[in-house]
């Protein structure tokens, strides 16, 4: 018998906050985080697209020694930073008693490309004598699971899911799993990621993916609106804390909510686009709600992986509407990459935070930089301003290059 999994800690690093309550804040308002790329010189480097949501103001120093920070890509940084403030909401104590019963999963689609690059570089430059012993560690993209696990002292399962756009999720959903079959009791889990460098705009460039409306960088991510011209880079890290029900309740923990159904499933058909008409992303909602044992209608909100690419965000609404039916044109479905960027790898993990967010609050972040609806996109994507709605079971979706999808269900915690 599957074991009830609930949340009882969330934390966030994102373009929009350097935290869970002001990102939320800021979805509510409908901030976008986009902007001119600052980590390098867009011109210098020659690219086509000049504009990320990059997080801003970020100080690793209060969490991460200096000689520490020598070993770690950005990326590992902001999934440190993320695991602390969800382990600090959650109050999980790790010690003797359990931490061989507390698994960590918190992967990344890329892992530390700025580093690749730049060591790449001291390689052409200077010979591999020049080349740091940490320059695999501080890389590789499990090392952010490797670094948590070492600092708050989780023994259990310890795990990276690379999954592309759809890692976040992934991880979480494995993480789910592990805790209802019995392999632990408690999660860190989530997805982490920065890859804000020419090499990464260039090969995004390089496939038409990314949005060049240079000059408007805040109204660049648009998804669903007919006007939308490719995703906006972005980075940062979403993390949960997973705990099993029983000893979650045992030690007193805050439950937030309890997360009910993870869907997976593979289009089996292109590299890069998703299957046509969303079979495949359909074949992943239906299974995530039929592990939840809920059926479409009593899904609330969804938060839509809406990437504000031609492809996606046009065969996503025939997923939903070929899995809701009727109930496709009653649900609020919005995408927070409107205003976060496509966050990649931790896209998964932000956005499983704000679905978790709408049942805290009652209230649905809205696809900002809706203006012209295309006659393909017809559901409701709460166009440009937030909402209050009664939102008792909330799904949220991420789909990856290689046709690979993942949904997961969370719904208001019930004793």
């Not at 993320?82 to 698994?103: H, K, P, Y």
Request: aromatic letters at 6%.
């Amino acid at each position: 018998m599957k074991r009830r999994v609930v949340v009882t800690g969330t934390g966030a690093v994102t373009p929009l906050g350097l935290d869970v309550r002001s990102t939320w804040e800021s979805m509510l308002a409908g901030r976008s985080g986009a902007g001119r790329i600052t980590k390098f010189d867009p011109d210098e480097a020659g690219i086509t697209t000049t504009i990320a949501a990059e997080v801003k103001g970020f100080d690793p120093d209060p969490l991460i020694d200096r000689k520490e920070l020598r070993k770690m890509d950005v990326f590992i940084q902001y999934g440190i930073f993320a695991s602390n403030e969800a382990l600090e909401q959650s109050g999980l104590v790790i010690d003797q008693t359990n931490a061989e019963r507390v698994a960590v999963v918190v992967g990344a689609g890329l892992g530390g490309l700025p580093d690749i690059v730049k060591y790449a570089d001291v390689l052409r430059d200077s010979g591999p004598r020049r080349i740091s012993p940490f320059f695999i560690p501080m890389t590789i993209a499990n090392l952010a699971s490797g670094h948590i696990s070492i600092r708050c002292g989780a023994k259990g399962p310890n795990s990276c899911v690379v999954t592309a756009c759809a890692t976040g999720t992934h991880s979480i959903g494995d993480a789910f799993r592990m805790i209802q079959y019995g392999d632990a009791d408690a999660a860190i889990a989530g997805g982490t990621e920065s890859t804000i460098t020419p090499l990464a705009f260039a090969g995004f460039n390089a496939m038409k993916a990314l949005s060049i409306r240079n000059e408007e960088p805040t109204r660049a991510s648009r998804p669903f609106d007919m006007d939308r011209d490719g995703f906006v880079m972005g980075e940062g890290a979403g993390v949960l804390v997973l705990e099993e029900l029983q000893s979650a309740s045992a030690r007193g923990a805050e439950i937030i909510c309890e997360l009910v159904g993870f869907g997976m499933s593979g289009d089996a058909y292109h590299i890069t686009s998703p299957a046509e008409g969303g079979a495949g992303m359909a074949q992943c909602m239906r299974t995530a709600l039929a592990d939840a044992g809920l059926n479409p209608s009593q899904v609330d909100y969804i938060n839509a992986h809406g990437t504000s690419t031609a492809y996606n965000d046009r065969f996503e609404t025939q997923a939903v509407k070929s899995l809701f039916g009727d109930h496709a044109y009653k649900v609020p479905v919005s995408s927070t990459k409107s205003m976060t960027g496509h966050l990649l790898g931790a896209a998964g993990g932000v956005e499983a935070i704000a679905a978790i967010m709408t049942l805290v609050d009652d209230r649905v972040p809205p696809t900002i930089n809706y203006e012209t609806p295309d006659p393909e996109c017809d559901l409701d994507y709460v166009p440009n301003t937030a909402r209050d709605a009664e939102v008792n079971v909330a799904m949220s979706n991420n789909y990856g290059f290689g046709g690979t999808n993942a949904s997961l269900v969370f719904r208001k915690y019930q004793p």
